[in-house]
Structure formats: C-alpha cells, structure tokens
C-alpha cells in the first residue's frame, strides 16, 4: 500500500484528492492544509458549500471523499507544511503531490524530497497558465527547472487562476501518478497547460541531472 500525501486542498488540491479516492491504489491519502473554507472559493473548488465557509479544508475534505468500500484512507491534517513540520508530517510518505499556491512551500517539498529521496508531483496554476512534473530521486529538481533562487511569481489568489485550467493540472498531475505507479523512480517531463488555446505542451528533460543536493 502507498502512501501519498496532497499539500493544499484547494482548486488543484481537491480534484486530486478526488482522483486518489477513485484510486484502489493510492492506499493511503493524507491531505495537509491549514486554510478554512472562504466565499471565494466555491466557484473553483466545488467539493466545498456556502454552509461550509470557515471550516477547515483539508477535514472536510477527507470526510466527504472517503469512499466507502474502497481500500483508499482520507485523512487530514489541518496545519500548513512548514520547514519545521515536514520531516514529521511526510515521515512515512511514499510520495507526495504538490497542490501550494507558492514557491516557498515547494521549496520545502523539494529538499525534503531530496533528503529523503522520494518522488514529488510539482502541479502550479496561475492566470491562464498551468504546469506539472514528477521530480524523482537522481533527476532533474524544482531548482534544475526553474532556478535555485525563488523569484516568488504572483500567486493564484492575488493573480486569479482560470477554472479550466486547475482542473487540467489536476488531471495531469494524476496522469503522472498513474505513470509513477507503473515506473516508480522515473522522472517526467514538464507539461505545460496553455488554458487560453486550451491545449498540453511537454518539455522532455533531456540530459538533465540534479547538481544542487551532490546526486545524480
Ligand atoms: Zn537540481
């Protein structure tokens, strides 16, 4: 049995919480978000109601996807991932999927991913843009793709984020996991959402190897 851990459960994080309660194989799924639920949000996250505005995401979240014959476990954890948590709350994760709204928290994914050697699927949406990758052990990491220093890009929530387009990285980020659950340990390319032409582009990474944590 895996054990796959969703951080956020927002417009990305929810549709693949989703996808993973549909998953016999996905096992165990803890979702790790410390955000209530606000006004806002209903239109691109519709696992939440009006009723719900206050309470916290990632509780209602498990609750309400937890299937009720299938082997998968929701569960919640109702703290943000922080540099200081993240060796606790990803302890006995197999692998983890990526669905922040910021550079920093992914950065914390990133070097615990690399301390620990797991896999991760990095999934960002801003605007009318989306993208995905697993990052795997010995290939190319976050800093590889997109540079070692954060230039912190505007966030979904200041810049606004097309509906279409977090649902495409969802369904693209769970594409990767099915593909990671046929060949663990191999990394992808970057695909990339252009929601305005409404269409998927791949950046293979080619020759690519990691030089920022001394493998590959
Ligand atoms: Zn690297």
Redesign the pocket.
Known sequence: MWHVAIIGAGAIGSPLAFGLSQRPESGEVTIIDGDQVQLSNLARQPWYEAQDVGQGKAALLARRLQPDVAPVRLQAVPHMLTEDNVDGLLSSADLVMDATDNWETRLIIQDWAARHHRPWIFNSAVRLEGMSTCLAPGG??L??WFGATTSEGPRCFEAGVLGSVTLAVAGQALRLFDQWLKVPGQPSALWLVDGLAGKFRAINPGSLR???YGIG
């Open positions: 190319p990491c800093k590889c990691c030089h920022h």
